[in-house]
């Protein structure tokens, strides 16, 4: 029988708001408390910190501090000292903040028996090639640092093995939600009660989402077939002011009917899946979308674009492609075999985090 882990400290983005990456830091914290072991949380982009009591409450609830220089003391403090014999998991977006802090971090949990970096963004190959040569030499002598190296994908996976090789897992991040869901606001519940088939996109308010190719995808559906058809736009995290307020008018007059949603809680978010026909991803690149496999989960089409490897049986249609994302929409209305994907898609993924802090 291996031996259960004692300290495990997560460093990274936690909820609220909620995200990809926050809700899987949650779930995660959640499981390692489950199986008796104590978790730390370091969140360096608030500043704050949480450590588990020994059981599982609703959330860990990370204490704030009252000025920013006393939060970065309290960051400091907080590393050094969770840090000492435990596994110390680090979770990183795209990475240029996070090279200019990685050798403070570093220095600061020298101590620790294990530290793990895990690379969620899609992006994130984008950011480490547009790096100057001096920067790009800092990422690379950061990314060596750490024992083990997790990515999301195969496609950051051929980027990172030559430069740590032997080092680097594929492991989506994706854990299963509790099966609890939410009730969803009034108003939405009105909207899905008008509807024959609900369609469902989420992301942030960026470009790289690309809500256009949806909104015009679906109109060009809408022509073809006498359903009523409505479009969910799950937003969360960050609206970019300088496309979010025009993209957001233009899917709201759009012919297609559509409700944008803000902030809904993951159980509120699995509640919407579970009423939807398809989800939606047309992102232009992407990690490994959670959305995708909780969609799964919940017996609901996918379809996605080709951006970047995404899980077997997805439907898959180009980027930027809305021609072709109607096609695919209208082969998947007439079989609902199309974007379904096999259980192996949506698997809980904790127990090979586990042999990555444990080898």
């Known amino acids: 029988m291996e031996k259960a882990l004692e300290r495990v400290t997560l460093v990274g983005g936690y909820p609220p708001p909620y995200g990809g990456v926050t809700t899987h830091m949650e779930r995660l914290a959640h499981k390692l408390i489950a199986d008796g072991c104590r978790v730390a949380v370091i969140n360096p982009y608030n500043l704050g910190v949480a450590v588990s009591s020994g059981c599982v409450p609703p959330r860990l609830l990370l204490s704030r501090p009252a000025s ?25 977006v795209e990475g240029d903040r996070f090279y200019r802090c990685a050798p403070l971090f570093l220095a600061l949990t020298r101590r620790a028996c294990k530290r793990v970096l895990t690379i969620h963004s899609g992006g994130w190959a984008r950011a480490f090639f547009k790096l100057g040569p001096l920067q790009r030499r800092l990422a690379v002598h950061s990314l060596r640092a750490f024992d083990d190296i997790i990515c999301v994908n195969a496609s950051q996976q051929r980027i ?10 594929v492991i989506p991040a994706f854990l299963p939600p509790c099966p609890t869901l939410e009730p969803l606001p009034e108003p939405l519940l009105a909207f899905l009660d008008s509807l024959d088939h609900l369609f469902v996109t989420s992301g942030c308010g960026e470009a790289l989402y690309d809500y256009e190719t949806i909104r015009y995808g679906l109109e060009l559906v809408r022509g073809r077939i006498p359903a009523r058809i409505g479009l969910v736009v799950a937003t969360y995290s960050y609206w970019d002011p300088g496309y979010w307020p025009s993209m957001a008018a233009r899917l709201q007059s759009s012919g297609v009917a559509t409700c944008i949603t803000r902030g809904l809680t993951p ?8 009423q939807a026909r398809m989800y939606l991803r ?9 959305a995708i496999r909780e969609a799964a989960l919940m ?3 996918v379809l996605a674009t ?6 077997p049986g997805t439907a898959l249609f180009p980027a930027g492609d809305a021609c072709k994302l109607a096609e695919t929409i209208l082969e998947a209305l007439a079989n609902q075999e199309i974007g379904r994907l096999p259980a192996e898609s949506y698997c809980d993924t904790y127990a090979a985090l586990l042999k990555v802090y444990r080898d």
């Open 68 to 92: 920013r220089l006393r939060g970065l003391w309290q960051l400091m403090r907080a590393l050094v000292r969770e840090s000492r014999g435990a596994v110390v998991h680090f979770h990183m």
């Open 160 to 169: 990172l093995e030559p430069l740590v090789y032997g080092r680097v897992h």
């Open 267 to 274: 159980p509120q978010f699995l509640a919407l899946l579970s």
């Open 282 to 290: 047309a992102s232009l690149t992407d990690g490994d979308s959670v």
């Open 299 to 301: 017996g609901v089409q």
């Open 306 to 311: 080709d951006a970047v490897p995404r899980p």
